[in-house]
């Protein structure tokens, strides 16, 4: 049976929520967090095979070798079938140690993929398999349908994640089909300026290996005839050269090159779908604040708007920082958000890159948290205020 537009909703944010709670579990080494992710007879596939979860718990805590690590969690894909699901979630990873020495070490790979899938027991979501190619259908099973005004708001927003997550996919797995599937009929891009890649952007496939596009958060606006979209990516490209190990862990890595990207994108709906129909400077900029969505009296639809303008409010709030500083680019990723009423407490994953003498920084030196609160204020969220905490720097400030 097809769930309701309300439990499909709720299954998607708990969902979400499940990658959160092992994202950040892995980085407080809060183990305990991160078994309860998994059923006990989970198998995981990390190049070698865990069965169990004891087995892959001893395994993740290996992250104790590092003074900082940080799980960035990137754009979902889900597909929901009753009490099993599968999910695709995209992640930037980066580790930072010290060799023997003292001297200081990283491993960085922004182009991290998790395939699981998963099971409902007693009410709650489990990661029972993880690993595999992600073959991921090109077109998604339509959701519930509903009359209900805030649940269309919402689902309407999870449409919007999902044609970026489907369109990062294409991009990496250099699958035109998916891409084109994208577009609307009558897409146009403007010339490549302000670092806006094209369509199929970037260096010739032929030239290298592999592709990654990772998504931050996005900032959304709906209007009468489609959608507004701002986002802030990272694009790793990868070169044929042979990999070579990382001189500590040993692992084979390729030669990257990374860069920043923000996109402003114009949505429509074709077919029951959003598409992709303008990219560039053309397309006119997001409202200075989000317009209100519509109200809703169910406390459970009221939790999940609250938590999507939360987001919102945070995206914002990376893309005005970096719109005024002119040289920066915050990608926002996981986010940990506790509602009280009026107020908010939210623990964001953002990593900075910042362009200097014409070079961008490298994104695996800017891992940092915001520590935010936000006051409910009309319709909407606003920030009130931010402790930004610099991970590298703490911890040097630690020892």
Same mark, same amino acid.
């Given at each position: 049976?097809?769930?309701?537009?309300?439990?499909?909703?709720?299954?998607?944010?708990?969902?979400?929520?499940?990658?959160?709670?092992?994202?950040?579990?892995?980085?407080?080494?809060?183990?305990?967090?991160?078994?309860?992710?998994?059923?006990?007879? +989970?198998?995981?596939?990390?190049?070698?095979?865990?069965?169990?979860?004891?087995?892959?718990?001893?395994?993740?805590?290996?992250?104790?070798?590092?003074?900082?690590?940080?799980?960035?969690?990137?754009?979902?894909?889900?597909?929901?079938?009753?009490?099993?699901?599968?999910?695709?979630?995209?992640?930037?990873?980066?580790?930072?140690?010290?060799?023997?020495?003292?001297?200081?070490?990283?491993?960085?790979?922004?182009?991290?993929?998790?395939?699981?899938?998963?099971?409902?027991?007693?009410?709650?979501?489990?990661? !029972?398999?993880?690993?595999?190619?992600?073959?991921?259908?090109?077109?998604?099973?339509? %959701? %519930?349908?509903?009359?209900?005004?805030?649940?269309?708001?919402?689902?309407?927003?999870?449409?919007?994640?999902?044609?970026?997550?489907?369109?990062?996919?294409?991009?990496?797995?250099?699958?035109?089909?998916?891409?084109?599937?994208?577009?609307?009929?009558?897409?146009?891009?403007?010339?490549?300026?302000?670092?806006?890649?094209?369509?199929?952007?970037?260096?010739? %496939?032929?030239?290298?290996?592999?592709?990654?596009?990772?998504?931050?958060?996005?900032?959304?606006?709906?209007?009468?005839?489609?959608?507004?979209?701002?986002?802030?990516?990272?694009?790793?490209?990868?070169?044929?050269?042979?990999?070579?190990?990382?001189?500590?862990?040993?692992?084979?890595?390729?030669?990257?090159?990374?860069?920043?990207? !923000?996109?402003?994108?114009?949505?429509?709906?074709?077919?029951?779908?959003?598409?992709?129909?303008?990219?560039?400077?053309?397309?006119?900029?997001?409202?200075?604040?989000?317009?209100?969505?519509?109200?809703?009296?169910?406390?459970?639809?009221?939790?999940? +708007?609250? !938590?999507?303008?939360? !987001?919102?409010?945070?995206?914002?709030?990376?893309?005005?920082?970096?719109?005024?500083?002119?040289?920066?680019?915050?990608?926002?990723?996981?986010?940990?958000?506790?509602?009280?009423?009026?107020?908010?407490? +939210?623990?964001?994953?953002?990593?900075?890159?910042?362009?200097?003498?014409?070079?961008?920084?490298?994104?695996?030196?800017?891992?940092?948290?915001?520590?935010?609160?936000?006051?409910?204020?009309?319709?909407?969220?606003?920030?009130?205020?931010?402790?930004?905490?610099?991970?590298?720097?703490?911890?040097?400030?630690?020892?």
């Amino acid at each position: 049976m097809k769930p309701t537009a309300l439990q499909w909703l709720i299954d998607r944010e708990a969902l979400r929520q499940l990658m959160v709670d092992y994202f950040c579990g892995v980085d407080a080494h809060d183990f305990e967090r991160v078994g309860a992710c998994f059923t006990p007879d +989970v198998r995981a596939n990390y190049g070698q095979l865990y069965q169990g979860r004891e087995a892959l718990i001893e395994f993740i805590s290996g992250v104790r070798f590092f003074d900082t690590t940080l799980h960035c969690m990137g754009g979902q894909l889900f597909e929901l079938a009753g009490d099993e699901a599968r999910m695709l979630t995209g992640a930037m990873v980066t580790h930072h140690g010290r060799k023997p020495d003292g001297e200081r070490f990283g491993y960085h790979n922004s182009g991290g993929r998790y395939v699981d899938t998963l099971v409902r027991e007693e009410g709650r979501w489990f990661v !029972r398999e993880r690993g595999g190619p992600p073959d991921w259908p090109a077109v998604a099973t339509p %959701p %519930p349908d509903t009359d209900d005004p805030a649940l269309r708001w919402l689902i309407a927003r999870a449409g919007v994640r999902d044609l970026l997550a489907h369109w990062a996919l294409g991009l990496d797995e250099r699958d035109e089909a998916r891409v084109r599937a994208c577009l609307a009929a009558d897409f146009s891009e403007d010339s490549v300026a302000d670092g806006v890649p094209r369509v199929f952007d970037s260096a010739d %496939p032929e030239e290298i290996h592999s592709a990654s596009h990772f998504l931050g958060v996005p900032a959304i606006d709906f209007s009468a005839d489609g959608a507004i979209v701002e986002s802030n990516w990272l694009v790793t490209e990868r070169g044929l050269a042979e990999p070579e190990k990382h001189p500590v862990l040993g692992f084979p890595m390729r030669e990257e090159r990374t860069r920043s990207a !923000r996109w402003r994108d114009r949505l429509v709906q074709e077919d029951g779908r959003w598409r992709l129909a303008a990219r560039g400077p053309s397309v006119p900029p997001l409202a200075v604040c989000a317009p209100a969505p519509p109200a809703t009296t169910d406390a459970v639809a009221r939790d999940l +708007v609250d !938590r999507e303008l939360i !987001r919102d409010a945070v995206a914002r709030s990376a893309l005005a920082l970096d719109r005024e500083d002119g040289t920066t680019n915050h990608l926002v990723g996981n986010q940990e958000i506790e509602v009280r009423g009026d107020e908010a407490q +939210v623990l964001s994953y953002v990593y900075r890159t910042q362009r200097q003498g014409g070079a961008e920084s490298h994104w695996g030196d800017g891992p940092h948290n915001w520590h935010d609160r936000l006051e409910r204020q009309g319709g909407g969220w606003q920030l009130a205020e931010r402790r930004e905490v610099n991970l590298l720097a703490a911890n040097e400030m630690e020892r």
